[in-house]
Structure formats: C-alpha cells, structure tokens
Nanobody
Framework: VQLQASGGGLVQAGGSLRLSCAASGSIVSGKVMGWYRQAPGKQRDFVAHIIPRDGSTNYADSVKGRFTISRDIAKNTVYLQMNSLKPEDTAVYYC????????????WGQGTLVTVSS
C-alpha cells in the first residue's frame, strides 16, 4: 500500500489549500482514512478522518469549521480542504490509513509541508 500526499505549500493567513492523498489499491473504500500533522519540535497530531462505511467524519477541535475531509472512492483519493488557515496550522501533513478508529495507523504517506505566513 502506498499513500502519496500532495498539495502543500506556502499560503498567507486566511488563505486556503487543498491536500490530496492518492492511495494504491482500493483502501479508500475499506479503511479509515485520515490526516495528521506534525509541527516543528512537536508530536504528530490527529487532524481529521473519514469512516469507510458511511463517510462520516471527525475533526480535531483546532480545525473544526475550517477543514473538511472528503474522499473520491473511484479515484482512490482522499482530500483535506483547509480554509481560514492560521500560522499555527504550519506543519507537515501526513495522510494515513488504519483498519478502524480503535487501531493504530497501518500505513503512512510521506507528508507534505504546509506553511502559513502571518
């Protein structure tokens, strides 16, 4: 299984970016797909995930109302639309896949850097 994240870059505060995670195989329809982020000097934190069964979503409190996770099963791709970006959103963003919300991440993508300038 391979997860290829893309879409990061430099954006001003208040701006938007959309991250993409292209997955090999058909795991997007069968696994909990999520996004995590790691700021410099900090641990990797959960951002959002989407449940395969019904497409329901969950978000970290820090991004609720600003970020939206979605998926395109036909394209085996997961997206993270990020609006109203803040400097504290600066981090390397990783996509991930796991069997369920009760298990550890099985697969990690390589990460894409998002930098938000003030």
């Amino acid at each position: 299984v391979q997860l290829q994240a893309s879409g990061g870059g430099l954006v001003q505060a208040g701006g938007s970016l959309r991250l993409s995670c292209a997955a090999s195989g058909s795991i997007v329809s069968g696994k909990v797909m999520g996004w995590y982020r790691q700021a410099p000097g900090k641990q990797r934190d959960f951002v959002a995930h989407i449940i395969p069964r019904d497409g329901s979503t969950n978000y970290a409190d820090s991004v609720k109302g600003r970020f939206t996770i979605s998926r395109d099963i036909a394209k085996n791709t997961v997206y993270l639309q990020m609006n109203s970006l803040k400097p504290e959103d600066t981090a390397v963003y990783y996509c991930a896949a796991r069997t369920s919300t009760y298990t550890r991440v099985n697969y990690w993508g390589q990460g894409t850097l998002v930098t938000v300038s003030s």
